[in-house]
């Protein structure tokens, strides 16, 4: 059963940098597209960013481009979700997720990844 948990969550002033983590267990890590999400209150689900099994490729959603990226660690079975030049509007529930289908924009903007983590959640004061 594979579970994500994910960490790092909190109160940051705007222009500010947090960083999440996201531990995946219970399958092998290594297979697996990872990603994020968002869900601000009163808004729907956003795509946020995915990274593929081997690092190598990533992609973000327009609204994070260039301000958030994504790393992981595959020995530590760790995806982390560095985000820089924080602003209000980036406040939201972050949703961490992993697919072993692979890290296609379709799959992940639209139909969805098979694994989700609880959420953490980040406020972004102005």
């Known amino acids: 059963q594979v579970q994500l948990v994910e960490s790092g969550g909190g109160l940051v002033q705007a222009g500010g940098s947090l960083r999440l983590s996201c531990v995946l267990s219970?399958?092998?890590?290594?297979?697996?597209?990872m990603g994020w999400f968002r869900k601000a209150p009163g808004k729907e689900r956003e795509f946020v960013g995915v990274i593929n099994w081997s690092g190598v490729s990533t992609f973000f959603a327009d609204s994070v481009k260039g301000r958030f990226t994504i790393s992981r660690d595959n020995a530590k079975n760790t995806v982390w979700l560095q985000m820089n030049s924080l602003k209000p509007e980036d406040t939201a529930i972050y949703y961490c997720a992993a697919d072993q289908r692979g890290s296609g924009q379709y799959l992940w903007r639209n139909s969805g990844p098979e694994y989700w983590g609880q959420g953490t959640q980040v406020a972004v004061s102005s």
């Open positions: 219970g399958g092998r890590f290594s297979i697996y597209a």
